[in-house]
T-cell receptor, first 113, second 115 residues
Framework: NAGVTQTPKFRVLKTGQSMTLLCAQDMNHEYMYWYRQDPGMGLRLIHYSVGEGTTAKGEVPDGYNVSRLKKQNFLLGLESAAPSQTSVYFC????????????FGQGTRLTVV | GQNIDQPTEMTATEGAIVQINCTYQTSGFNGLFWYQQHAGEAPTFLSYNVLDGLEEKGRFSSFLSRSKGYSYLLLKELQMKDSASYLCAVRDQGVVAGGSYIPTFGRGTSLIVHP
């Protein structure tokens, strides 16, 4: 049982390049999330999804797009990377119940130069 | 919206007890979570409170007062491996149809345990 898997774990991009971060969960969770974590800022929600085919904006959505074509996968895209998007990105998933905690992937460390 | 406050950093001695506080302001409260995050790793779940009172789980306990918008995480018999960041997360009712519950995280408290 792998839980939540993110790929890649590390990536260096040049300004203006694009990339997609992949997140997969094998727990049949309805909800999936993308967070970014910066020093002193905690975890900030970028986008989230409450089910297959649905997505919604979080606290810091600008510069990112997401898709949830399959229930187990949640993709985060950067169309034109900027240095301000240098961060550690975490994907998470949770069930629908009130007391269900979020399970996190191991994170993707992205550097934009 | 939500406003979640935690101390930035705390230090404690191995074997001691430490209390990490979290205050929040939110509408439609639907539970509070505590997570532990070691440096370079993913957050992992510690506890969940939705009703007032104390939840105990081994060396860790979490307390909630909904009327005061206040929670604390209590760590007993501190060990060196408890050095980590502790994240308070509050869940309210989201605006997405279907009653989604989206957690918002505080900035975390970095706990340093020294011998």
């Amino acid at each position: 049982n792998a839980g939540v898997t993110q790929t890649p774990k590390f990536r260096v991009l040049k300004t203006g390049q694009s990339m997609t971060l992949l997140c997969a969960q094998d727990m049949n969770h309805e909800y999936m999330y993308w967070y970014r974590q910066d020093p002193g800022m905690g975890l900030r929600l970028i986008h989230y999804s409450v089910g297959e085919g649905t997505t919604a904006k979080g606290e810091v959505p600008d510069g990112y797009n997401v898709s949830r074509l399959k229930k187990q996968n949640f993709l985060l895209g950067l169309e034109s990377a900027a240095p301000s998007q240098t961060s550690v990105y975490f994907c998470a998933s949770s069930g629908r119940g009130m007391n269900t905690e979020a399970f996190f992937g191991q994170g993707t460390r992205l550097t934009v130069v | 919206g939500q406003n979640i406050d935690q101390p930035t950093e705390m230090t404690a001695t191995e074997g001691a007890i430490v209390q990490i506080n979290c205050t929040y302001q939110t509408s439609g409260f639907n539970g509070l979570f505590w997570y532990q995050q070691h440096a370079g790793e993913a957050p992992t779940f510690l506890s969940y409170n939705v009703l007032d009172g104390l939840e105990e789980k081994g060396r860790f306990s979490s307390f909630l007062s909904r009327s005061k918008g206040y929670s604390y995480l209590l760590l007993k018999e501190l060990q060196m491996k408890d050095s980590a960041s502790y994240l308070c997360a509050v869940r309210d009712q989201g605006v997405v149809a279907g009653g989604s519950y989206i957690p918002t995280f505080g900035r975390g408290t970095s706990l340093i345990v020294h011998p």
